[in-house]
Nanobody, 115 residues
């Protein structure tokens, strides 16, 4: 089972970026999927999650700017109006349902927002 994240890069504040995470080795359509991020010197935090029924949950810091979506075995994170504080390594993750822990993790993709 693998989660492969991509789409990170260096952008300027105010720009947009879309991250993708493709799952392989298992059908994840019934799984909850999420994006986490970890900024330098900080703990990993939940950015957004999406259930198998497409219910969504966002961190307050990204509400109105980020959108999570999914298509079969791929989950996306559309990031608009990027801020300096969005700089982090972004990880995708999957779990069977909200009663279980996120146990499948991608390798991370770096997003750097410059002024």
């Amino acid at each position: 089972v693998q989660l492969q994240a991509s789409g990170g890069g260096l952008v300027q504040a105010g720009d947009s970026l879309r991250l993708s995470c493709t799952a392989s080795g298992r059908t994840f359509s019934n799984y909850e999927m999420a994006w986490f991020r970890q900024a330098p010197g900080k703990q990993r935090e939940l950015v957004a999650e999406i259930s198998s029924g497409a219910g969504k949950n966002y961190a307050d810091s990204v509400k109105g700017r980020f959108t999570i979506s999914r298509d079969k075995n791929t989950v996306y994170l559309q990031m608009n109006s990027l801020k300096l504080e969005d700089t982090a390594i972004y990880y995708c993750a999957a779990r069977y349902n909200r009663l279980t822990a996120y146990s499948y993790w991608g390798q991370g993709t770096l997003v750097t927002v410059s002024s």
